[in-house]
């Protein structure tokens, strides 16, 4: 069906008719059915996948391990009290002059 906009519009639903006859009921039925049946007769025809193979053992060494630092106090004591910018000054990041 085109839209009034040119573009077509994919319609997959078929048309509603009353009263519904049982031909419609049972053609639906078979088709449904003969889908089923050919869905899993396609499915149990495919090829096997690879045998499973035997993976390494992975056994972790924590004599190597890098141990984390945790520190113990805040870097930062005091709590904000001025004013919170939403700008970035590169000013700021620079070493201050002597």
């Known amino acids: ?9 994919l ?6 008719r ?3 006859e049982p031909r419609r009921i049972a ?5 449904s059915f003969l889908f089923h049946v050919v ?16 993976t390494p053992l992975v ?3 924590l004599r190597r391990s890098i141990p ?5 106090e805040l870097t930062q004591r005091d709590m904000n009290r001025g004013k919170i910018t ?6 700021s990041s620079a070493p201050p002059s002597p």
């Open 59 to 61: 056994v972790a060494d």
């Open 68 to 72: 984390l630092y945790v520190p113990k």
């Open 39 to 54: 869905a899993l007769v396609g499915m149990y025809s495919l090829p096997e996948n690879s045998p499973i193979r035997e």
């Open 27 to 31: 053609l639906s039925a078979a088709g």
């Open 18 to 20: 009353e009263p519904l």
């Open 86 to 91: 939403k700008t970035l000054d590169v000013r």
């Open 1 to 9: 069906m085109a839209t009034p906009s040119g573009d077509l519009e």
């Open 11 to 16: 319609n997959l639903l078929r048309e509603w």
